[in-house]
Structure formats: structure tokens, C-alpha cells
């Protein structure tokens, strides 16, 4: 019975993980990584040590790297932190609008940010694409990391 609780969690937390990978205020590798964790606990799924490491140093790193890379792509490109929060605030917004607003959401609102710090079109333009370069790099990364995780749960499940 434990056994089903368990791989119940897992596969919510997957899912959940590889949804917190474009919504901010959800840890997607975190999450997906709880989910490995479960499947390990079970009868279904055994990772080896080694295995479990390494998705747990995979899972800190994306973190980490998600924190540092939209500050990297907006500083890179001269832009502020007003074009990282335009962008995170535009990728909230764009959720709503479907795959269209994703992708242009953190554009317009590292765009918008960006020219509220600095009435400069050419400098809004600019910070507001490196914002959204950076912040898209590292749903890239997440997104990587959880999908990887996820293929692993699934073959492991199924073995």
C-alpha cells in the first residue's frame, strides 16, 4: 500500500517538476527530483547511489545557475534589474496567454522594466533581450534537468 502512496507522489511531483520549470514560483528540478527520490523508496524503482548523486549535483547546479544566468543575460546586454523583475513579471502574465505568451511575455516586460529605469528605446531593446536570452537559458536548463529525471523515473518504472 506504502509502496503506491509513494509512486503516487513520485509521478505528481514529475509532473509538478516539469511544470515549475516555467512557472517561477515552482522549483521544477527540485521538485522532479523529490520525485526520483520517491520512486527510489518504492518496490518499483531502485537508482543505484551513484545515480542519485548525480541527479541531486544536477538539481543544485540548474538551481543555482537559474538564479545567476537572466542577471548574467541582462547585465551582458546593459541592462538592470528592472528588466530581470519586467521579465519575470511578463512570463507570469504571458502564462496566462498560452505558448505565445511565454515566449513573448519576458520580452515585453524586460522591455517595459527596462524603460521605466531608462527612457532609452535602443537601451530598453537591448537589456530586455538579454533579460529574456538569460531567463530562457535557464528554463532551458531546468526544463533539461527534469525531462532527463523524468526519462530516467519512466525506465526505471517500466524495467
Do not use: N
Amino acid at each position: 500500500m506504502s509502496d503506491y502512496i509513494l509512486l503516487s507522489l513520485g509521478i505528481v511531483f514529475m509532473i509538478v517538476g516539469i511544470i515549475g520549470c516555467l512557472v517561477p514560483v515552482l522549483p521544477g528540478p527540485p521538485l522532479s527530483f523529490l520525485g526520483i527520490i520517491f520512486l527510489h523508496l518504492t518496490r518499483f524503482g531502485q537508482f543505484s547511489t551513484p545515480t542519485l548523486i548525480t541527479f541531486g549535483i544536477i538539481t543544485v547546479i540548474v538551481t543555482i545557475v537559474d538564479y545567476i544566468v537572466p542577471v548574467w543575460g541582462t547585465r551582458r546586454f546593459g541592462g538592470s534589474k528592472y528588466g530581470t523583475k519586467g521579465a519575470t513579471i511578463g512570463l507570469i502574465i504571458g502564462f496566462f496567454l498560452g505558448p505565445l505568451g511565454i515566449i513573448l511575455g519576458p520580452l515585453i516586460g524586460a522591455f517595459v522594466g527596462e524603460m521605466i529605469f531608462k527612457d532609452d528605446l535602443s537601451y530598453a531593446f537591448k537589456a530586455g533581450f538579454g533579460s529574456l536570452l538569460g531567463f530562457l537559458t535557464g528554463i532551458g536548463l531546468k526544463l533539461a534537468a527534469s525531462f532527463a529525471m523524468t526519462f530516467y523515473f519512466v525506465k526505471e518504472l517500466i524495467k
